[in-house]
């Protein structure tokens, strides 16, 4: 039996349509979304309650900033990939991320900006942050995706734990091609990744205004790398 003709979409169908598309915009820039991502394997253990509490710290002044919804993401183990639902409250954030604790396995970030481009495409975002040691991938893959990233809009903000040279050129190229920013931290500069992280909310929530009204030395380097 011959297929009936498929049904021409009418005007109203359209205007309908169009009135999702506009909804959707207004809602991603009325309640701005971020990812926040993190290495959880076992190389970042002796440092990772130093960490965790700057980045639930990240949270609090997230909720101080203004309306930004975070998904947080992390990868440990064999193949463990995990992504929370999105939250608004910092207390709910803060709580999830003294949850993760870390195990042994394999970095996953090309699956990280795998998943950060599907979310984006969706509704779109106003960056991802990534705090991690190291790259057990091809950099030629990697730094493919940030490219795609950055012909999307979405900056990636890289923030290095540690002083591996390579992972270094990597993640700048990735900052690069995204149009985001890199830096680096260990444990004894707990301040700068709190004024670093602090300012990725504000530019989450204000973009390079909230930046430049901002006295930080964060927003500074921030803005030094950040494409007008």
């Not at 900033?65 to 709910?92: M, N, T």
């Not at 504000?202 to 927003?219: D, M």
Request: with cysteine; hydrophobic share 40%; net charge positive.
């Amino acid at each position: 039996m011959a297929k009936p003709p498929a049904r021409t979409s009418s005007s109203q169908d359209i205007q309908a349509f169009l009135g999702t598309a506009k909804a959707v915009a207004v809602f991603a820039e009325r309640h701005p979304r971020l990812v926040f991502a993190i290495d959880a394997t076992a190389s970042r253990k002796p440092t990772w309650a130093f960490a965790r509490d700057r980045q639930a710290a990240m949270f609090h002044s997230a909720g101080q900033v203004a309306s930004l919804s975070i998904q947080l993401c992390y990868y440990r183990g064999f193949h463990e990939f995990r992504a929370s639902p999105w939250l608004s409250d910092s207390k709910a954030l803060a709580g999830q991320m003294m949850r993760v604790r870390c195990e042994g396995g394999h970095t996953q970030i090309q699956r990280l900006l795998r998943h950060a481009l599907a979310v984006h495409r969706e509704t779109p975002l106003r960056g991802l942050v990534f705090i991690g040691d190291a790259l057990e991938e091809s950099p030629d893959e990697v730094c493919h995706l940030a490219g795609e990233c950055g012909l999307r809009k979405l900056p990636l903000f890289l923030f290095q734990e540690g002083a591996d040279s390579a992972v270094q050129r990597t993640f700048q190229s990735m900052a690069r091609l995204s149009g985001g920013a890199w830096a680096r931290f260990d444990q004894h500069s707990a301040d700068t990744l709190s004024d670093l992280l602090d300012a990725v909310a504000r530019y989450a929530t204000g973009g390079r205004a909230a930046l430049e009204n901002h006295p930080g030395q964060g927003a500074k380097l921030l803005l030094q790398q950040l494409k007008p």
